[in-house]
């Protein structure tokens, strides 16, 4: 996979959450994903399909931060992870996949989105199954961990 | 959604767990997702493009089922989810929607699949976030439930 691939989604997360939510996260060191496993209590998955390349997307919250974006975006503040919450985070599935999907096509790679799909648990993990290797890239905030995957498989 | 999506994926999922795991599974009432939830331990998702649809599909094991499917066609049982596993959720999830795609494709619907994403952890629920409903099948066998869920934008 293209090291260029991962940072369009990088900055995508960065300013959705900076520019929505008013909540600074701090990108750590990007790392390939081998036997390494993320955990997060909700995660949105995307699928992107082009003409010749298709891969998948996910970003993965603590529950923390989850429920503090909640509260900064719509001025609610659930206990826990509700059906409110699911649809805010695959609207930020959306929004980030289609920030990248813009940077992306400017470079040349053209690809389309399929709907995206919301997991929520406690600690559930997320495993890419794709030809291509799995860019994990940690982030860090106030509230919590954030972490997103992408994988392509050229 | 058009109901001639599920059915597709209903005998594409039967016959892919009885041809390579030699394991019989009983479809249940097909039902319109509202505030249900279902839940598995381990689940294969996918994203599907075509020009002028879009969509997602999950399937999702209980535990127990997934061990004895894992046996079944590979002849290993691990004692839990591992690598392995998630491994031929996501092989299965690719062949089940393959079969899907053909019949599909037969029918003049045409989509490009995505790579298959994994989920793992105890009792995750999963929410198809599309401007259509989303049709959930459940399943039941001997060793545990499998629940498929098929969500398109029209």
Redesign the interface.
């Known amino acids: 996979m293209n090291v260029e691939y991962i940072n369009p989604f990088l900055s995508s997360l960065v300013n959705v959450l900076a520019t929505m939510a008013n909540t600074t996260i701090v990108p750590g060191q990007p790392r390939i994903k081998k036997?390494e496993v993320a955990?997060g209590d909700v995660?949105g998955?995307?699928?992107?399909?082009g003409s010749d390349i298709?891969?998948?997307f996910?970003v993965s919250f603590e529950e923390g931060l989850a429920l503090e974006v909640m509260y900064r975006m719509l001025g609610e503040k659930p206990k826990t992870i509700n059906?409110d919450v699911?649809?805010m985070v695959?609207?930020i599935?959306?929004m980030v996949t289609g920030g990248a999907k813009r940077i992306l096509g400017d470079k040349g790679y053209e690809f389309?989105?399929?709907?995206?799909?919301?997991?929520?648990?406690?600690?559930?993990?997320?495993?890419?199954?794709?030809?291509g290797p799995t860019i994990l890239m940690p982030f860090d905030s106030e509230f919590g961990k954030v972490h997103i995957e992408v994988?392509f498989?050229r």
């Open positions: 036997d955990r995660s998955l995307i699928g992107m399909v298709k891969g998948s996910s059906a699911t649809d695959g609207e599935t959306n389309s989105m399929a709907t995206p799909i919301v997991v929520s648990g406690k600690a559930h993990t997320i495993t890419h199954k794709c030809e994988s498989d």
